[in-house]
């Protein structure tokens, strides 16, 4: 159970373009869906906290209009990366849990975005 | 403010010993302790977690992890090691009041060798 799944696995685009993640939780619905993005050999680094049907809230240097995210319902959030330039080139994970506080986030397997 | 330490960078182990992940941790009020472990290009998958109750947790795949409050510690060990147990392995914390958001360590890579 508990089953998280991330969209596309990996992303080539030139830069300029736009470019849209999904992350789904399968077999349980989500209340609070997070998102991260890592560097290369570095810990994870929150970007924003997704809470079903409001706003995200974004970490301190995050630009909320550069990544947009939207958490339509209790198994979908997308975050979606606009106008990216090769400085967004970043391995982007996404992971999803419910409304309790002791249970763990579950996470997808990540997205490798490369902006040419 | 919260925060988590993993001390090494990089633990080597030969198969068939144990191993041990150090992790230490920093919050105010009582913490809920997690491992996670990556492997390359991969998410992170939940190994164990800490409540309350007893000290020693076990967890997935053999792993168990002791916490020590005296000591603001959550290290991660298993009795023997296998070479597929190599990846990155991430202690993290999470309060009450912090509800779900969770605050990372910096990773650990075990090597295995075989």
């Known amino acids: 159970g508990a089953v998280v799944s991330q969209h596309p696995s990996w992303v080539i685009c030139k830069s300029g373009t736009s470019v849209k993640i999904e992350c789904r939780s399968l077999?349980?619905?989500?209340?609070?869906m997070f998102w991260y993005r890592q560097f290369p050999k570095q810990s994870l680094m929150l970007m924003a906290t997704?809470?079903?049907?409001?706003?995200?809230?974004?970490e301190q240097g995050v630009e909320k209009d550069k990544f947009l995210i939207n958490h339509a319902s209790l198994t979908l959030s997308t975050l979606t990366v606009t106008s990216a330039h090769p400085e967004d080139s970043s391995f982007y994970i996404c992971?999803?849990?419910?409304?309790?506080?002791?249970?763990?986030?579950?996470f997808g397997d990540g997205t490798r975005l490369s902006i040419l | 403010a919260q925060s988590v330490a993993q001390p090494e960078d990089q633990v080597n182990v030969a198969e068939g010993n144990p191993l041990t992940v150090k992790c230490t941790y920093s919050?105010?009020?009582?913490?809920?302790l997690f491992w996670y472990v990556q492997y390359p290009n991969r998410g992170l998958q939940f190994l164990l977690k800490?409540?309350?109750?007893?000290?020693l947790v076990k967890g997935s795949y053999g792993f168990e992890a002791e916490f020590n409050k005296s000591q603001t510690s959550f290290h991660l060990k298993k009795p023997s090691a296998l070479v597929s147990d190599s990846a990155l392995y991430f202690c993290?914390?999470?309060?009450?009041?912090?509800?779900?958001?969770?605050?990372f360590g910096t990773g650990t890579r075990l090597l295995v060798s075989p």
């Open positions: 997704s809470n079903e049907g409001s706003k995200a809230t974004y």
């Open positions: 919050v105010s009020g009582n913490p809920y």
């Open positions: 800490y409540i309350t109750g007893d000290n």
């Open positions: 993290a914390v999470r309060t009450k009041l912090g509800f779900q958001k969770l605050v």
């Open positions: 077999d349980f619905q989500a209340t609070t």
């Open positions: 992971s999803a849990s419910v409304l309790m506080g002791d249970q763990p986030q579950h």
